[in-house]
């Protein structure tokens, strides 16, 4: 083997120009091709993140209906029990409680729709970050009576200020229609602008007093010590109440399901489809190569060598061409992204269109070792394809014909 080797290797800088050239575009393939994944990765990973973290926790606790329908009668029924036995799990490390349900938001220039949550500050800031998202004004946490925060891009539609006030309309647990006059105390501005646009928080005790005679809870959501222990906690909650629905965030949000299960598909979509373009150069490559040696090979067999020797010393040319491009380009890429992972890729020229779809415009890209360890592996996979063509017309060589044609 140590002899193929050495044969393969020298063979390979016959021509340094054509198999630099292979090589460079083996390189500058992988490169592209790895920090493209780590974007795609980091992108992902951004959005989930964003979205357990600020919005939905870990797992959430409805009514069965309350999620399709949103009206405020359709709350969880003995949630004291529920919250009780929250506390009392040890794999449980907060929750929150939401009084929440969809209504109108009437300012002096239009009237918009949205879903007004109420919260109680003190458990939400122990659930979720959301209150890292103020960017004018203060949180609810004010002492102001009636506080309301709304989003930015919502505040700029209706060409609000801070001490404005406004009157959300809305149908109470006995479904009649009620209103109420709030003040804005802050403004918010997430990573979705559909978000924004959609929902304004108030305290869940000043939301109560118009909504019902008692406190009402429409969602509670919480989370858990390790991500694994999602399912089972959920489980839980479902076996033991009644006239309830746990789901975890995968349930929740459809598109974070999606999101997960397409992270791991494109690694190898992307790396799959620059290695086949790069394939059709190894090929070429490999078959000049064969014709250019024909008398050379016809030799080989003549004199005694092997077929299945011709044949490993062929692919063996492939693997080497190929893999010196390839951990070349995988040490570029994971420089790139080191230093990306730092700075981040800004597409702040991009921001209000990539806001609109629910991301922020600062991409920190991510890629894990099994990630690299399977780049590899296709790479070596679909090297070893492309040289089989060549390898079988080297061993179908006439070692008679390849002296006469010489």
Known sequence: MKTLITIAWRNIWRHPARSGVLIAAVVVGLWAGVVTVGTVNGLMQQRIDYLIDSEIAHAQIHHPEFLAEGYS???????EEILNWLDEDARVTAWSARTMTDGMLQSPVKTSGVRIRGIDTDRETRTTDFHENMVEG?????????????GKSLAQDHNLRIGNRIVLVFEDTGNELSSASFNIVGFFESASTEFDERNVFVRSEDFTRYLADELVVHEIAFRVAELEMVPAVVADVNA??????????????????????????????ITLIIMLA?????????????????????????????KL????????????????????????????????TGSGINLERFA?????????????PIISPPEYVGILILVIVITLLASVYPALKAIRINPLEAAKDS
Do not use: C, K
Request: net charge negative; proline share 2%.
């Open 73 to 79: 009668w359709l709350n969880i029924p003995d949630h």
């Open 240 to 269: 033991t109440f009644s006239g309830i629905e746990a789901q975890t965030w995968r349930e929740i949000s459809p598109e974070l399901n999606v999101l997960v299960e397409l992270g791991g598909v494109m690694l190898y979509v």
């Open 309 to 340: 020797r011709v044949f490993s010393m062929i692919l063996l040319e492939s693997v080497i061409l190929t893999l010196s491009g390839a951990l070349t380009g995988f040490l570029l890429a994971w420089g790139s992204i080191l230093y990306l």
């Open 352 to 364: 209000a269109g990539i806001a609109e779809l629910g991301w922020d415009h600062i991409i920190f």
């Open 278 to 306: 790069l394939a059709f150069g190894i090929l070429n490559t490999m078959l000049m190569a064969l014709f250019e040696r024909m008398r050379e090979i016809g030799m080989l067999l003549s004199i005694g060598m092997s």
């Open 138 to 150: 203060e949180y609810l946490d004010s002492g102001i009576r009636n506080a309301v925060i709304v």
